[in-house]
């Protein structure tokens, strides 16, 4: 990545958060938000605290799982590391996509065959797209009601961000179905882009694609011959989303708070998960919070609101921007001593 543009997308998201924060914060009496958060019990902040850290951990022991069947180099430790390394610059970039071309270098550099570390990356995504469709769904089906009562106006904004995901998925299905029609189909857009000028001619795009379409093949034809850890990630993966909704309920028993289910308020938090997930902002960061401003107005006094909200949505997002943050720097001071000592 070019020095130009990781400026460009750290002032952005700078821009985002600067912009989302003043507009939760106007007209606010800001002691009586800093009273409401002291307030918050220690011994559920650190529970809270570490389903945040499980959150990005569990990603990185999926690598590690995956990894070592096919004999990679790197350790547990290591591929959790890959995990906030990756989690820093997902958060960083509109539309999460700086993780992943991260992560496979380090992976690379630390001697993992490419085609492996690949292989590993994209099975993780395509499970974790899979799981998140499955819980969208489901919650559609067995709580639409409920749903739809909840959400009010932002249920159609859950309607768009679950489209979006399944979409997705129709993707990843076609390409393991049918990888011939979707190149095709993919160059005859690109074609079209091309010819109406909204895009330059490129042989390096068509590389691209034709590496992608191959990429989710290789990690298809990878799990089908390994069904046994496909269950096994598929477990984990949901284990892991469950942790942000789940998250949120302990910021609302350490608030103490009573009277809402703890069902609730996880499937509240699930909603707004899949809501935002697909959207183009780096750490879907103002929607995120405007929606959950809204949404759990009923369950949150207007006293608690905010603070819940400042102490979720900090733990679940900032707190680990900050410990991912720290990892990159810690390897690269790692990578550049191991330089200096060559």
Known sequence: MGMKKRVLQIGFFFL???????????????????????????????????LALFFVSAEGTMIWYLLRSMEGKSGLMRCIAYSFIGFFYSGITPSATGGQPVQLYYMKK?????????????????????????????????????????????????????????????????????PHIIKKAAVLFIGIGVRMKLMKPSVSRQEKLEGFV??????????????????????????????????????????????????????LQACIYIAVDMLPLPGSQGITELMYKNVFLQVFSSLYLIPSMLISRGLNFYFLLIVSFFVVIWNQLKSRNRLDSC
């Open 16 to 50: 985002v958060m600067g912009l989302t924060f003043y507009t939760l914060f106007y007209g606010q009496d800001l002691w009586q938000i800093q009273r409401a958060v002291l307030q918050m019990s220690p011994i559920c902040l650190i529970l809270a605290a570490g």
């Open 110 to 178: 630390d001697g993992n065959r490419v085609s492996d570390s690949t292989v590993v990356l994209m099975t993780v995504a395509l499970i974790y797209k899979f799981v998140l469709v499955g819980i969208g769904i489901g919650l559609l089906l067995f709580w639409h009601g409920q749903l739809k009562a909840e959400l009010k106006g932002y249920f159609l904004l859950y309607l768009t961000g679950l489209s979006l995901n399944i979409l997705v998925v129709v993707l990843i299905l076609s390409i393991m179905l049918v």
């Open 214 to 267: 191959e990429n989710y093949q290789r990690a298809v034809q990878y799990l089908l011959l390994h069904k046994k850890k496909l269950f096994v990630v598929v477990g984990i993966t949901f284990l892991q989303r469950a942790s942000l909704f789940v998250l949120t309920y302990m910021v609302y028993l350490g608030l103490g708070m009573r009277g809402t289910g703890g069902y609730k308020v996880i499937l």
